[in-house]
């Protein structure tokens, strides 16, 4: 059982921005550690999006950006584009260590 | 190039053992964390062990406490994965993956392998 919890889908329209939430509780996101979200497109290993809330790696374009509040985060991709269409999990610590979150998948109409 | 490269995985019946490796390069492996994070066939990730740069710091998922031994040996840049007394729902693809910093549990993972897959059935 996650402890992080996403919707199952997010859809949008090419050029449109959609948003992933991440919602948590007081013992993981709320009690101040990081968010990380990963990409995993369909057949591939997961790939790191974004790090510590809100930072990109190198090469990630800056249509993708994350932000936290509270208890939860939220990923949000601006100017949707079809390369997009992939399984997005968000990650944070808990009480045993990491631990993502159910996972989204984001649909390009 | 920075790579994770895992093996070791295979069809096993319920109640017998395997144990993965994951060979890495391109990069300072004894600077970092390392963790096994599984994925069970059209399911989400499961974060499923992680270990510090020395050993010192090592935790494992309720899910496989008891029967999973992580470790690691930084003379030959590897990670491993002990699997008893495996169980029909430990069926997944294992990854191997990095940690951006040394300790376990806070930063996220920048580098992962392609997977092995394991299948526990009889």
């Known amino acids: 059982q996650s402890v992080l919890t996403q919707p199952p889908s997010v859809s949008g329209a090419p050029g449109q921005r959609v948003t992933i939430s991440c919602t948590g509780s007081?013992?993981?996101?709320?009690?101040?550690?990081?968010v990380h979200w990963y990409q995993q497109l369909p057949g591939t290993a997961p790939k790191l999006l974004i790090y510590?809330?809100?930072n990109r790696p190198s090469g990630v374009p800056d249509r993708f950006s994350g932000s936290k509040s509270g208890t939860s985060a939220s990923l949000a991709i601006t100017g949707l584009q079809a390369e997009d269409e992939a399984d997005y999990y968000c990650q944070s610590y808990d009480s045993s260590l990491s631990s993502f979150g159910t996972g989204t998948k984001v649909t390009v109409l | 190039e920075v790579q994770l490269v895992e093996s070791g995985g295979g069809l096993v019946q319920p109640g017998r053992s395997l144990r993965l490796s994951c060979a890495a390069s391109g990069f300072t492996f004894d600077d970092y964390a390392m963790h096994w994070v599984r994925q069970a066939p059209g399911k989400g990730l499961e974060w499923v062990s992680g270990i510090s740069w020395n050993s010192g710091s090592i935790g494992y998922a309720d899910s496989v406490k008891g029967r999973f031994t992580i470790s690691r040996d930084n003379a030959k840049n590897s990670l491993y994965l002990q699997m008893n007394s495996l169980r029909a729902e430990d069926t997944a693809l294992y990854y191997c993956?990095?940690?951006?910093?040394?300790?376990?549990?806070?930063?996220?993972?920048?580098?992962w392998g392609q997977g092995t897959m394991v299948t526990v059935s009889s």
């Open positions: 993956a990095k940690d951006r910093g040394p300790l376990p549990g806070r930063d996220a993972f920048d580098i």
């Open positions: 510590g809330n809100s």
């Open positions: 007081s013992s993981n996101i709320g009690a101040g550690y990081d």
